[in-house]
Structure formats: C-alpha cells, structure tokens
C-alpha cells in the first residue's frame, strides 16, 4: 500500500501509515511511481509554506522591534555602533548633594551638550522628602521650553515624572550642541519645603 499523505510504502494489511499515521493509503498501480512523487511534491509544498510563514513572523518581528527603538531612543547599550567606534564617551554627573526647594518654588540644573555630540542621554534616578506626602514634580526642558515654562506659557518637556517621591529619567536628548534644563518643581506645595536627592549623569559620544 502507498500513502498518498507521504508517500511511504506500507504492507498491505496496513489501515494506517507507519510513516505519518495517516489513513490515505493505495494499492501499488502502475503509476504508484507517480503519486509518490506528487505526495512527496505535496509534503515539499507543505514544508515550504511552513518556512514562508517563520520568516514571514520573523520579518514583523524584526520590524516592531526597530520600529519601538525608534521611538523610544537608543539606551547605552543600543547606541550608535559608528560613535562607538569613532568617539569618545563621556559621562557628566549632575550634583548628587541634597537640594532644598522652598514652597511655591522650584531648583533646576543646567545640562550643556556640546558641539558634535551624540547618543546623548541623561540617565538617574531621584527621592524626595519632606512635606504632606514627599512629593516633588521632575521635568526636563530644552532652553525654549524651559523660559515659556518659567513665564506660564505652554511648553514641552522631553521628559515629565508626574508628582512623585521618587523617579527615574532614561531619556534621549537631541544630537547637537544645546542647553537643557533638569527641573524640580515644588510650586503646588503651598506650605512645605522639600528636599531632593538626585543621582544622574549626561551621558555623550563626542
């Protein structure tokens, strides 16, 4: 008996392929030659298809995969392998001693990125404490935003905690020279003054 599933030879007496299993079976003819190739051409079909389909999934994968790295910045470890070899990095800590913030105020630093730089990232973490709830506000602002910020006028930070304790910042800024503004704003605190605890540092390949 031939399978017509696989093609496999199977005694005669057999209801089920020992090769597949499966219960498409023939007697021998003249042309049995023939529909085990077809079978076998078949199975070949099959098993191409297969391989489409994971390469198929593998090609979206690579593409989301890209596509969310775009977006979301390269970290240390994704940074551009040409700066990795061309450049040197360098790493600008931000000062890690407590900072005190006065109610209905607000402390900032300075973040210089100099010319030909790239991969900039300003990566850290920060607590604060004191008053109802040890909360403070965490932004990070290019130069414009930060004066349309500091007069009331709408602006867009490259980076925004919420009103938190404490925060992490893992964020990419623009390639080129450019000032930024690292801010902790405790102007919604009416009554109490907070201190903050920040360990960061502006990382760069130049």
Known sequence: MICTTCGGETPNDSRFCRMCGDSYLVAPTAGGAAARRG???????RVAFGIAGVLLLAGAGYFYYAHT?????????????????????????????????????????????????????????FIASGGVGNTI?????????????????????LYSSGRVTMGTMHTELPVGPGSYYLVFNNKFSVLDSKTVRVDAALTYYQ
């Open 69 to 125: 790295l775009s977006r979301t910045g390269r970290n240390e470890q994704a940074a551009n392998l040409i700066d990795r070899l061309t450049k040197k990095p360098h790493n600008i800590p931000v000062s890690s001693e407590p900072v005190t913030i006065n109610q209905l105020g607000y402390s900032y630093f300075k973040l210089d990125v100099p010319s030909k730089a790239s991969s900039v990232m300003l990566k850290g973490s």
């Open 39 to 45: 079978a076998m051409s078949f199975q070949l079909s």
């Open 137 to 157: 506000e965490a932004f990070i602002f290019s130069e414009a935003d930060y004066v349309n910020w500091q007069n009331r006028h709408a602006a867009n930070p």
